[in-house]
């Protein structure tokens, strides 16, 4: 099928060309800079996206669940609504980046530059979350089961510290 990636700001073309899908086209053009794509909605599940430079890239509601992004450059990207269960954001540069997660319950939302973890409405740096998410969650009436699962998500995000 004929792919075309375009900048989400100016609407120039980066990729073009065909490929079986999104996914193919990006691991075939794994060098490619990427910054400021418009990869609204994309499935990049499972995607090997190690280092690729997706600054400022419109990620919004993209599949990155599984995908490989260590050592990605997501500066400013727009990752609201994206799934990035399991993925592997090791090393990857998130200055300025919001991340959102859909929880079971609450939709987390943190922002790494000023250490803030948003879940439903409390607001706390990652490191009391990390500390308190036991007891907030019982206050909360959170069952066992959405604890575990939002330590899980907070794990995730200690990772990219």
Not at 15 to 37: T, W
Not at 60 to 88: F, K, P, Y
Request: with cysteine.
């Amino acid at each position: 099928m004929k792919i075309k990636i375009k900048s989400r700001l100016k609407g120039d073309v980066i990729l073009s060309g065909e490929y079986n899908s999104i996914k193919d086209c990006l691991q075939q053009n794994s060098e490619a800079n990427l910054s400021e794509a418009n990869l609204r909605g994309a499935n990049l599940s499972e995607a090997n996206l190690r280092g690729a430079n997706l600054s400022e890239a419109n990620l919004m509601g993209a599949d990155l669940s599984e995908a490989n992004l260590r050592g990605a450059d997501l500066r400013g990207a727009n990752l609201s609504e994206a799934n990035l269960s399991e993925a592997d954001l090791r090393g990857a540069n998130l200055r300025g980046a919001l991340i959102f997660i859909h929880g079971s319950r609450h939709q987390l939302q943190y922002n790494k530059e000023i250490n803030e973890l948003r879940i439903g409405c409390h607001v706390h740096s990652l490191d009391k979350w990390l500390k308190s998410y036991k007891s907030i969650g019982d206050e909360e009436c959170y069952t066992e089961e959405q604890i575990e699962e939002y330590k899980q998500y907070m794990d995730m995000l200690a990772v990219l510290k």
